[in-house]
Structure formats: C-alpha cells, structure tokens
C-alpha cells in the first residue's frame, strides 16, 4: 500500500493539471451581476471577437470577447441600444410609464444627449374623447453614414389626414420614421403600419445602401381570421418623401413584401455585406428558427407593381434554416459575418448564444459549422435589442 498510494496521488495531481491546461473543467466565466429576477449574470470567455452591446436588468453593458463587462448606462429602463457606423456613438431608449425617450451617449460612457422627449398630457377632444400627447420611441437604427436614426413611434398618431381610417381614432401602432441628427426637430415618416394591424418593428439600414431599409410589418388577420399576416418588408425611406399622396397609413404600401404571407417572419439582421437577411420565424408553440435568405435587389422604387411583387419573393425560396429551439430570436451578426450570436430560452431565462456559420462560394448558402456555444448565463433582456461590433 505504501508504494502505490504515491503513484496514485501523482496520478490525480496530474490529472487536475491536465484539466486546467485542456480545459476538461469547463470554459471559464465571468459575473457581470444580477438580472432583474436576482439571478447572477456571467459571461463565458473566449468565445466570440469584438464588443457585443446589450441590456441586463434594463442598464446598457458592452461585452467583450474576453469576459470583460463594463456598464455605460445604469439607472434601469434602458432598451435597444444602437452603435453608430464609426463606434462613437450609441443610441438608446429610456422607458417610462406613460412614454419613451430617444438619447445617444458616447460610446466610452458620459452624458447622454436627449433627441426626442416622449413626455406629454391628456387632453379632450371637441367631442369630449380623451387623448394624450404622449409618444412612444423605440428601437434605433443608423444609417450607413451616421447622419440619420430610424426609429419606432406612434408620433403622428393624432394626425387623421394621413391615416385614411375615415374615424376619428389614434394611430397606435408603431410606425417607422427617421431623424437627422444634425435637425431633430426634422422628423420624417418611412413607413407606415396597418391601421390596427400591430404596426412595424424590427426597422434598420441595409449596410452600404441608405436609398434601403428592412422591417417587419403587422398586418390584417388573414380571411379565414385564423392567422395574422407578418412579413419582412423592403423599401426605400425616401419614398413617402418623394410621393406623399400615393401613401397612407393602412393604404399602399411603400414597402414590398419579401417574405410569403403564409408564414410568420420577424426581426430581420442584415449580413455586414449586406447581401443577406437573417430572421425569424415562428416553427409552433414556442418554437423558432433563424433562417438566411439573400437580399432581393431592384425591388423597392415599384413596391406596388404585381410583377415586381413576385420578384421580391423569388429569393425567400432560396432561405436556409441555420438553428431552431426554444424561443430563438433576435440573431445579429459579427463583424466578419462568420458567426451569429442569438438569444435561446433555457432555465426560464433567455440567454445568448453564438454559432460559427460559413458561406459556400459557388452557392451562396450559408451552414453552421460545429455546435452552438453559450455565452451568457443567467438571462439579458430578451425585449431589447442587441448589437455586435469590432
């Protein structure tokens, strides 16, 4: 017994050894706090390169590829923060109770710089109906030089002339709308939602193209009233500009479809190159997916012509289911374009996770390459947006 217990122990000591070196005892972790429900936050290190910027417990944290965090916005109601093309600035919502407002800070933290203030009051009509001058902002959005946010906002809800409804009714569904940064008080809409139908979401800038951008759009329960009609929508921001009488709110569509009507599509993501489309869709209860599809080109100046209309859907026959599970959503990708990072429930928390993917060079279809790697525990806010950088 004496001489074999030594051989045993250096045994086990070279073992632990090993374990440390080749990494059997798992990857190592990071806290970064605690999530609204008190559960602790940790970041997995070495899993993914550059800067990944979202909201834990409703305060803004840039993440890095090493497991470092660091908090720029604190004090809780922080949504959908947003980098500028150059990495100077980020934009973001702060939500109150009755409303929202549109800031930016520099993106190593400071002051932040209020564009759009929500706040407002409730007033009677003529006929004694009340209503409130309140607004909504959410979900920011650079253009590719910087110089312009798309947003979410139900801002010309009390403006009835653009809304053809023929009543007299707020228009509460969010639209999408732009606004310079140079003008704030020069505020332009892009794309208007169906009246009732559950409005846009998701908007952002096709990188390298600022005449496109892409959204969701909400539109009418389809005829039997069994589904509700959601597609990915193209278009060009300046066209309500251009002809504001062809347009109005639950009217022509400035946008056109890319997406079939049969299926349920949300949160588009651009590639970096801007030639292909990630998203969303519904798979049955609470199950998704995220697809690819390439980016349908020469669609966007006739949004309204039958023929151009098929040919905006010709490339949604080509998408490529990439990952499905639990609540998949919200997918965005990295600066190279060779992975995509998600959020997946699991524990009853939506976590984020990253996946290497490829494109192949003669087809143009992307794959995933290995499995999926989690790189946050303990759960990131799942209804505010997330953005990765270099």
Known sequence: MRIKRPGFLLLALLAFVLQGCLGFGGPATKSIGTNPGGNQVNVVENVFKGKIYATIGRNLYVITGDGQARQIVGGG?????????????????????????????????????????????????????????????????????GSTLLFLSDWMKLDYTHQCTGQDADMLDMQVFSIPLNNPAKIQAVAYAAFGGGGDRDASYRPG??????????????????????????????????????????????????????????????????????????????????????????????????????????????????????????????????????????????????VNISKNAQTGVYSVQGAPTQVITGGVDGDSRAVWTG
């Open 77 to 145: 109601n922080i949504y959908d923060p947003a980098v500028s093309p150059d990495g100077t600035k980020i934009a973001f919502i702060q939500r109150y109770k009755q409303y929202s407002n549109l800031l930016y800070v520099a993106a190593s933290g400071g002051q932040p710089h209020l564009l759009l203030n929500g706040n407002g009051g409730f007033f009677k009509n003529d006929g004694g109906f009340v209503h409130n001058t309140y607004h909504w902002f959410f979900e920011p959005a650079w253009s590719p030089d």
């Open 209 to 354: 193209h600022a005449d496109q951008i892409v959204y969701t759009h909400y539109a009418d329960i389809s005829g039997n009233g069994a589904k509700q009609i959601v597609q990915l929508y193209l278009a060009d921001p300046g066209e309500l500009a251009r002809h504001p009488s062809l347009y109005c709110a639950g009217g022509r569509d400035s946008g056109i479809a890319i997406t079939a009507a049969g299926d349920q599509d949300i949160q588009p993501a651009f590639s970096p190159d801007g030639n292909a489309l990630a998203y969303v869709r519904s798979e049955g209860a609470a199950q998704s997916s995220i697809y690819v599809m390439p980016v349908p080109e020469n669609v966007t100046r006739t949004p309204n012509d039958p023929n151009t209309e098929k040919l905006a859907l010709q490339p949604y026959n080509r998408s490529t289911r990439l990952i499905s599970g639990t609540y998949v959503s919200r997918p965005i990708w990295s600066p190279d374009g060779k992975q995509l990072a998600y959020l997946e429930e699991s524990n009853q928390a939506l976590d984020l996770w990253v």
